[in-house]
């Protein structure tokens, strides 16, 4: 199992979720920050759906000092002016961002289609980013993005949302303990429902409706079992709507003793609500649904494992929120107070399949 020696201050403890699991980073970092300086960042494009919130959060830390933002997209910075988020910043140039004194480290949540390059950018001037998904649709450009940034030793947190996911979180300490078996499935759905405002920006994009969605759990998949043998993809256009989207998209993972699924759809009546994963083994299954902010996670075992009897029972789930607890394991991995959870060639290969699921070249 790849990955999984990860998030060694965000375990499962005993056969339970630990209610502070959560926040625990975010909490540690708070800790931290009464000590350390505060850490200088910036942001790059308002046009990325998770643009608002990962600012926000960067402001209302005690581990950042945000000073300034840019967006070349005059319509852009119209609409995004007037956001509570982003009152009372500078607005700036990138060349005047990155050349402000003292910064470490940039957020990069521009059009999809801009990302890599303000990405490239900011390694090329030596700062750490934060860069939403997906990443672009050049591997290439990708690759050297993260081989720069290794070679600088600077930190590439990408933004996908369930890695501090407490169900992800349960599922990852199931698998390290060995008490699912040999893991020969999983399955997992990633839909939603979209405006025609919507469908026609993610129309721009060959790589359809997984192209934006399905690294969510390609990250996931590719965490468990690496990278695989094989990567089928199906591709439809369903709608009555008649534009160019492809909104009903399957992906099949071939590893040598297990297959795993991403199903994605933009059509379905509040497909949000449906997202879920499944992982099965020899020895037990774990189900998780809704994934988006769990309350629970389905639990099956052949036999009892520490606290959890044999049979099926439901294990509580902490709330938490990703952004919080992605922002704090930012700063501390900048400060080197840790090691990041995933590492360079993680996030390449989880590139380079989430391309091939979406039937994109990797050259």
């Not at 926040?23 to 505060?38: I, N």
Request: proline share 5%; hydrophobic share 40%; charged share 25%.
């Amino acid at each position: 199992m790849a990955s999984l020696n990860r998030r060694s201050a965000l375990q499962v403890l005993g056969g339970a979720v630990a209610g502070s699991m959560a926040l625990g980073v975010a909490r540690a970092a708070d800790e931290t920050s009464a000590k350390a300086p505060r850490i200088k960042i910036g942001q790059i494009g308002v046009g990325h759906a998770h643009a608002k919130r990962q600012l926000s959060t960067r402001r209302e830390s005690p581990d950042y000092e945000v000073v300034g933002i840019v967006e070349p997209d005059e319509e852009l910075r119209r609409k995004a002016e007037v956001l509570p988020e982003y009152q009372g910043l500078p607005w700036m140039t990138q060349e005047q961002l990155l050349n402000v004194s003292g910064l470490q480290a940039v957020l990069v949540e521009t059009r999809v289609k801009n990302l890599l390059d303000a990405a490239e950018a900011c390694v090329n001037a030596g700062k750490h980013i934060h860069l939403d998904k997906p990443a672009g649709e050049s591997l290439p450009q990708f690759k050297r993005i993260l081989d720069w940034a290794e070679k600088q030793k600077l930190f590439v947190q990408m933004g996908y949302v369930y890695r501090f996911n407490p169900g992800v979180l349960l599922l990852q300490d199931l698998l390290k303990k060995g008490w699912l078996g040999e893991v020969f499935e999983i399955h997992a759905v990633m839909s939603e429902t979209n405006t025609p405002e919507k469908r026609k920006e993610l129309a721009e994009y060959p790589g359809g409706v997984l192209f934006e969605l399905g690294g969510h759990f390609i990250d996931v998949i590719v965490g468990t079992f690496g990278k695989p043998e094989k990567v089928t993809s199906f591709s439809q256009h369903v709608s009555p709507l008649d534009d160019t989207l492809k909104d009903n998209m399957l992906a099949v993972f071939t590893y040598p003793r297990a297959l795993a699924t991403v199903k994605s759809t933009s059509v379905e009546v509040e497909g949000s609500k449906r997202r879920h994963l499944t992982v099965c083994g020899t020895e037990g299954t774990i189900h998780i649904q809704p994934i988006d902010n769990p309350k629970i996670a389905r639990l099956t075992l052949s036999q009892a494992r520490g606290n959890y009897q044999a049979g099926v029972q439901e294990v509580p789930l902490p709330k938490f929120d990703r952004y919080v607890n992605e922002t704090a394991e930012m700063a501390k991995v900048i400060r080197g107070e840790k090691a990041p959870d995933y590492s360079y060639g993680h996030d390449l290969a989880v590139q380079d399949t989430l391309l091939q699921a979406c039937g994109l070249s990797i050259q």
